[in-house]
């Protein structure tokens, strides 16, 4: 399994997973159509080692030739639109991306056989939870958000394309990842960037709600451990055990910048707002002998370090999100 088709792979965690396949010596071929959220700058070091497709899944002829030229032996779709708030605003593109998308990808993955499909869900799919308990891979899909739904839609075709055709399809779900190149529109990089510029840093509601952080370079890790060593039809939560409340985390970032407490801002909560999500990954760590290896202190402050180190490519995404953020915060 030694050619890779990584789709999404110039958005956040993907261009994490293509760093380390590089690293690991798997040949990578990479598709994405570089949306708002794609920047092939995350992966510039490793220009020359990656065969480069902007391409949209969506587009079937597209992905039919590139299946024609590359002959991968295996696909791992990160591929989608990530952002729950964009999805409460227009639920299109994710329907677009995400459910036809994924379907292309399988259809195309079915025609011409590969080893391995590593379809990318999310701990979202299972709804939310209220302060106790966990989410097991067998607890039943509850999606609340438009994101969530298409998340659970392309989830469930996935296996749905292993139990009928014998595709080779594994399902990961990881929870709330972290860390370098995150764009500045998750909660993380959203409260650093304002607090440096001496912002109102937004805060939903009374910051209650509950996530799970995981580290990028954890989680890319554990796709591959699963890509190597899973079991095809199998679904795999990816979770830290780190959960926070995100006015913990908001306070913490503060904390590392050296900035008031007073810059935060509560606003209006997020429509339908799941209120906590927690995995139980223990399927993962058991049978696969996967454990992450960045705790959550050390990782946020790593990442605020890179944030502080690479201001400069977080400066040239702004002008583009001021509108949003008008929009997402008012
Ligand atoms: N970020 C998280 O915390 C998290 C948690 C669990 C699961 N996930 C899942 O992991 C995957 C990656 O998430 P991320 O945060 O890196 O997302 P991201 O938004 O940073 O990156 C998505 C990438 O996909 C590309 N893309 C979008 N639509 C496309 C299309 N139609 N054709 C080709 N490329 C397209 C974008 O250009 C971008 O490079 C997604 O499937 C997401 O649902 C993310």
Redesign the pocket.
């Known amino acids: 399994m030694k050619r890779l088709l990584v ?10 997973f293509v760093r380390q396949g590089v690293r690991k010596g798997y040949g990578i071929i990479l ?9 092939l700058l995350r992966i510039k070091e490793f220009e020359k080692e990656i065969s480069f497709h902007k ?5 079937r002829d597209a992905v039919e030739k590139l299946f024609i030229a590359e002959k991968p032996d295996a696909v791992v ?7 729950v708030d964009r999805s409460i605003m227009d639920a299109g ?1 994710f329907i ?3 459910v036809k ?1 994924t379907s292309i990808m399988l259809d195309a993955a079915r025609r011409h056989g590969v080893e391995c499909f590593v379809n ?5 799919v299972y709804g939310d939870l209220d302060e106790s308990g966990s989410f097991f891979e067998t607890t039943p899909l509850n999606p609340s958000s438009p ?1 969530s739904v298409s ?1 659970a839609s ?1 989830d469930m075709l996935g296996r749905a394309f292993h139990r009928t055709y014998g595709l080779p399809v594994i399902t ?7 860390g370098q ?3 500045p529109e ?1 909660l993380i990089p959203v409260v650093v960037v304002k607090a440096l510029r001496n912002e109102s840093v937004p805060v939903y509601a009374q910051g209650l709600n509950v996530r799970e952080w ?1 580290c ?1 370079s954890d ?1 890319a890790d554990a796709v591959f451990r699963i890509l190597e060593k899973g079991k095809a039809g199998d679904v795999y939560n ?1 979770g830290s055990g780190e959960e926070r409340k995100n006015i913990e985390v908001v306070k913490e970032i503060l904390k590392i910048l050296g900035k008031p407490e007073d810059l935060i801002k509560f606003t209006k909560d997020r429509p339908g707002h799941d209120f906590r999500y927690s995995l139980n990954s223990g399927k993962l760590r058991k049978e696969l002998s996967w454990s992450p290896s960045t705790d959550f202190g050390s990782g946020l402050n790593n990442t605020v370090e890179w944030f502080l180190s690479n201001i400069n490519w977080v400066n040239a995404k702004i002008a583009a999100l001021q509108e949003y953020w008008s929009k997402a915060y008012s």
């Open positions: 789709t999404g792979g110039a958005g956040f965690i993907g261009s994490e598709a994405d159509s570089l949306t708002y959220a794609g920047d391409i949209s899944v969506t587009d779709h990160w591929a989608a639109e990530s952002h593109p677009d991306s995400n998308g990318v869900s999310t701990d979202e994101y998340k392309a990961v779900r990881p929870s709330n990842n972290y190149w995150q764009y998750k995981l990028v989680c990816i």
